[in-house]
């Protein structure tokens, strides 16, 4: 199928977007077109800030009040085109209707007073696309379509009871029962495990096949783009980089830009090996916690060597972030010991629980969440040193200056704060953060989840290379089984609250454990395209 | 959910019976003797007779068991209000319980009509001041509620008073509790509240606005006043909260507006019998409003847990399973 030949359905003229922030105008989207064509999904592919779903947001006249199009035109069909930078455009016949939208965290994107089935009456009723009596058979009938086995269960759920998968297949049937001419996807599966993401690529896949559905996909992961695009658009600050037929483009880029996120990609870290007879600095035996009724870890056993990295694989709700809380004592564990250095380590308070603190160190997902944002960088470094009473206060500034600068932070950017940061460098921070009380063990918990490929690969660098500088253990917990396979020493695979599986990163491929299996092939299939 | 009411209710019970301890003391320990104040200007004929004066004090004490122990009158008080008897006044000699029930309906009707106002108030004000941050009629609204959350209840209440009665003359000065007498010091209690709740509804709106599910709806092509109907019903949960201390504080300090429009409420009621010292009236009243916050609050997490359905069941994820 070449795409030539099929109407446009969707085009975009010289639109040109700025911010405004404290009295300056930033120009985030310069002078862009776009074109799409009936039935074809196009993979929108950038960095974050490239201006990838500022494009989005200002075709739907979804963009905050600081953002101003300065120029350009949106013309749906053969319609007259519609000038952005006007006021009066009539967004309830072009929102929804012509352009429906699918959004990140699909959980946020549903109101979380109503029930599902109250999402699809006001929907469609607004719209006049149905009688009352017509909206739930409606329903029922696309959520069916779109894998839900009891369609009738999920129609009588709040969002909040359904998991992140599910809401965005939700999400996809509410723009789909409007019947959009074209269906912007903002960074859909960026938030989900790999099995949903991979369900929810699928569906993408078999709508365009069956009704021909026109889909914009915006996106930073280029496995998703080469997995369900036909053509592929790289976006690099607010100017097309380049354009062209996916396989084109992914396999021959002609811009260096392109072949940079490509090489992010493929990089594969040196594998390391490890001595043996190691001391062992963490040991953790038959770990159970409960919330309420439900039993979150089961028996889980861990043991970490001296400078080893350890991985922990597995889907959202297996339970690792439990596991992470309560190896770091933010959490009590119901049953169990964790041992540092032998030491018994479980119900401790005070100033032995503070000891801990030295020995055992965490870094979060959402880096910028987790630094103070009214300080600077090297504020924040100091910040345990203070709590831990480390030395004087010309030494704390050293030692801060010192990991910072070990964690790839420039002089100047340490006296700037998180707001005025990437967020690939309050990553940086927050290891550094980590670092600076020497511990034993990091615990990175989806450190690099929510980063760019390319950041991803240096930080994955950064960590590597300090954990051979200083020697202390990483234990690295994520739902992306390729960051972790070149990664780490070992990997233990989680599923419903226990290990089912540890092996050496290096040869987790060769694994015969059903569902180690399922989520190799899952990542696989990613890779080659589904 | 049956287990969340009887923990709830035993919460309740036992906060109450708490609060009878602690106002009890708070009682005896306060200043003063309520002999001598019964006696009153036949302190005079006391200084020239004491022996006299002394056995007329004594009668009166052992009339109102005062000359027991503290604990016995305590455990007296209680039993007593196990069996719902808040004891006699010991100036009118009267059940406290008549005296307060006789009270109460005037003061309920005030607090809840000036609740209602507050309410209207807050919340269209609040949602026209959200809805249009930043243009005028926002900072207009603002403006105004800066300037009646800083002016005291009794300035407005005497400057309404002046306007309406005195100089207009559509407001009746009496002491009736009327419905017609109803509307002045209800507006005034109203404007007195309405500020702090419009900017409750203000602040939470325009969070609200901001999330996802907004931006969502609106992407499905939805009116904005139609998705300003479910945010609505979000923004009243903090707003409910309020209410309920608003209709707390109404009820148990309506006694400044109270006096300034004579309106025969308990506020009054409750000021008269501190100043005489008059121990059963006062540990009535304060028992019956201790009460009656406690039930405001029970009756708010209820509705709560109506309006979100987070808290209804917290923690009861489905695992749909999926082909």
Same mark, same amino acid.
């Given at each position: 199928?070449?795409s ?23 120009? *985030? ?18 960095? +974050? ?47 929804? #209707? ?8 699909? #959980? ?5 007073v ?9 929907? $469609? ?7 009352p009596?017509d ?18 269960? *999920? ?13 965005? #297949?939700?999400?996809?049937?509410? +723009? ?47 496995? *998703?783009?080469?997995? *369900? ?9 607010g ?10 483009v992914l396999?021959?880029?002609? +811009? ?40 979150v ?32 004592? $933010? ?45 600077t960088?090297?504020q ?54 980590? $670092? ?24 994955l660098?950064?960590l590597? #290379? ?17 960051v ?10 989680m ?11 290096? +040869?987790?491929?060769t ?20 | ?6 923990? &709830? ?21 306060s200043p003063?003797?309520?002999?001598k ?9 006391a200084?020239?007779d ?5 056995q &007329? ?8 068991g ?6 016995d ?9 196990? &069996? ?47 809805i249009?941050?930043? &243009? ?71 969070a ?46 309506a ?54 359905p ?14």
């Amino acid at each position: 199928m070449t795409s030539r030949e099929k109407e446009v359905v969707l085009r975009v003229d010289g639109l040109q977007v700025a911010y405004r922030q404290n009295g300056i105008s930033k120009v *985030v989207l310069n002078d862009l077109d776009l074109e799409l064509r009936s039935g074809e999904i196009v993979a929108l592919l950038g960095e +974050s800030g490239s201006g990838k779903s500022t494009i989005a947001k200002a075709i739907t006249g979804l963009l905050p009040p600081s953002a101003q199009i300065q120029e350009g035109t949106l013309q749906l069909a053969s319609e007259p085109p519609i000038h952005l930078n006007r006021k009066d455009t009539d967004w309830e016949r072009i929102r929804g #209707r012509r352009l429906g939208m699918l959004f990140q965290d699909a #959980r946020l994107a549903l109101n979380p007073v109503l029930k599902i089935k109250e999402h699809f009456r006001e929907s $469609l009723l607004f719209h006049r696309l149905a009688a009352p009596q017509d909206v739930l058979p409606i329903a029922s009938a696309l959520l069916s379509k779109l894998n839900f086995a009891d369609p009738g269960r *999920v129609l009588e759920s709040y969002p909040f009871q359904l998991s992140g998968g599910m809401c965005q #297949r939700v999400c996809l049937a509410l +723009s789909l029962s409007l019947q959009p001419a074209v269906l912007i996807a903002d960074e859909p599966t960026s938030a989900l495990d790999t099995v949903s993401q991979r369900e929810v690529l699928e569906l993408l896949l078999r709508l365009q096949a069956e009704q021909g559905q026109t889909v914009l996909l915006i996106t930073h992961d280029l496995a *998703v783009a080469k997995a *369900v695009s036909n053509r592929v658009l790289v976006l690099r600050e607010g100017r097309m980089e380049e354009q062209g037929l996916t396989s084109d483009v992914l396999l021959r880029p002609k +811009s260096a830009y392109t072949r940079q996120l490509l090489d992010a990609r493929s990089h594969r870290l040196k594998p390391l090996v490890l001595k043996p007879g190691r001391a062992i600095v963490l040991e953790a035996s038959q770990l159970h916690k409960h919330y309420g009724r439900a039993s979150v870890l089961q028996g889980v056993d861990l043991s970490v060597a001296e400078g080893e990295i350890v991985g922990i694989l597995g889907e959202s709700g297996c339970g690792k972030s439990t596991l992470a809380r309560c190896l770091t004592g $933010l959490e009590r564990p119901d049953g169990g010991s964790i041992r540092y250095h032998g030491k018994e380590t479980i119900g401790l308070r005070g100033r032995q629980k503070r000891e801990l603190c030295k020995q055992v160190q965490m870094v979060f997902q959402d880096a910028r969440a987790s630094l103070n944002p009214g300080r600077t960088a090297l504020q924040l470094v100091q910040e345990p040193l203070r709590y831990l009473k480390l030395g004087g206060r010309k030494e704390r500034e050293a030692m801060a200056a010192y990991y910072l600068h070990e964690a790839g932070i420039t002089d100047e950017a340490q006296h700037r704060r998180p707001p005025q940061l990437s967020t690939g460098q309050c990553q940086r921070i927050a290891i550094a953060r980590a $670092l600076v009380v020497q511990p034993d063990i990091l615990i990175c918990d989806e450190a690099v989840s929510a980063l760019d490929m390319s950041v991803q690969a240096q930080i994955l660098k950064l960590l590597q #290379r300090l954990n051979r500088r200083f020697g202390f253990s990483i234990i690295m917990i994520s739902h992306d089984i390729r960051v972790l396979q070149s990664f780490c020493h070992v990997i233990a695979v989680m599923h419903q609250g226990h290990f089912c599986e540890l092996k050496p990163g290096a +040869s987790l491929h060769t694994s015969e454990e059903a569902y180690t299996q399922t989520l190799l092939r899952c990542a696989g299939d990613m890779e080659a395209g589904l | 959910m049956v287990y969340v009411l009887v923990r &709830k209710l035993l919460a309740a019970v036992l906060t109450l019976f708490c609060a009878t301890l602690i106002l009890f003391v708070l009682t005896r320990l306060s200043p003063g003797d309520p002999v001598k104040v019964l006696l009153g200007r036949s302190a005079e004929v006391a200084m020239s007779d004491t022996a006299a004066y002394q056995q &007329k004090a004594d009668e009166l004490r052992s009339q109102w068991g005062l000359d027991q122990s503290v604990t016995d009158q305590y455990l007296r008080w209680v039993t007593g209000l196990l &069996k719902l008897d808040l004891g006699n006044s010991m100036h009118t000699g009267r059940p406290v319980s008549t005296e307060i029930a006789e009270r109460l309906p005037a003061t309920a009707l005030l607090a809840v009509a000036a609740l209602l106002l507050q309410l209207v108030l807050g919340l269209v004000f609040g949602a026209l001041s959200a809805i249009s941050a930043g &243009k005028w009629s926002d900072h207009v609204i603002r403006w105004i509620c800066v300037a009646l959350a800083s002016i005291p209840v009794f300035v407005i209440g005497l400057v309404f008073l002046l306007w309406f009665a005195v100089r207009l003359g559509v407001y009746e000065i009496s002491s009736e509790a009327s419905l017609s007498r109803l509307w002045l010091p209800a507006v005034t209690l109203g404007l007195i509240g309405a500020p702090q709740i419009i900017r409750v509804v203000r602040a939470n709106m325009l969070a609200e606005l901001g999330q996802l599910y907004v931006q969502s709806a609106l992407a499905r092509g939805l009116a904005l006043r139609l998705i300003i109907r479910q945010v609505m019903r979000s923004t009243l949960l903090p707003v409910l909260t309020m209410a309920s201390l608003s209709l707390a504080a109404l009820i148990s300090g309506a006694v400044v507006v109270e006096s300034i429009f004579a309106w025969p409420g308990i506020g009054k009621y409750a000021l008269d019998s501190i100043l005489l010292k008059d121990y059963p009236v006062i540990q009535g009243y304060a028992f019956v409003m201790v009460t009656a916050v406690i039930l405001i609050n029970l009756l708010t997490e209820a509705v709560y847990s109506i309006l979100d359905p987070r808290i209804r069941r917290k923690g009861v994820a489905t695992s749909e399973s999926t082909a």
